[in-house]
């Protein structure tokens, strides 16, 4: 089992930053595909980032986000980070992490294995 629990969220003003973390327990996920998503009232969750390491930690990002937003992980700290920039109000969200280890298409939220419970980002105009 892993364990999942993002921070980070908060309150910004359009044109500001924001670094969400997903902090791992219970196994390492050094081996894990691990993926940002977000989820706004009355739509479904989408896909932000990805960081896949079966694939030398290679990344992917959604084209909503390209250029403003950078994924990595840390695995001595058993954490992946979301940096974003350059804030939108579109990008008010939740956002979750998820782990996914089964070398599936991790830009699809069904593939995931584990979530964490998700952290409000919210971006004022």
């Known amino acids: 089992q892993v364990q999942l629990v993002e921070s980070g969220g908060g309150l910004v003003q359009a044109g500001g930053s924001l670094r969400l973390s997903c902090a791992a327990s219970?196994?390492?996920?050094?081996?894990?595909?691990m993926g940002w998503f977000r989820q706004a009232p009355g739509k479904e969750r989408e896909f932000v980032a990805t960081?896949?390491?079966?694939?030398?930690?290679?990344?992917y990002y959604a084209d909503s986000v390209k250029g403003r937003a950078t994924i990595s992980r840390d695995n001595a700290q058993n954490t992946v980070y979301l940096q974003m920039n350059s804030l939108k109000p579109e990008d008010t969200a939740v956002y979750y992490c998820?782990?996914?280890?089964?070398?599936?298409?991790?830009?699809?939220?069904?593939?995931?294995?584990?979530w964490g419970q998700g952290t409000q980002v919210t971006v004022s105009s």
């Open positions: 998820g782990a996914e280890s089964h070398y599936s298409d991790p830009r699809r939220a069904k593939e995931y294995d584990y």
């Open positions: 219970g196994r390492t996920i050094s081996s894990y595909a």
């Open positions: 960081i896949i390491a079966w694939s030398g930690d290679s990344t």
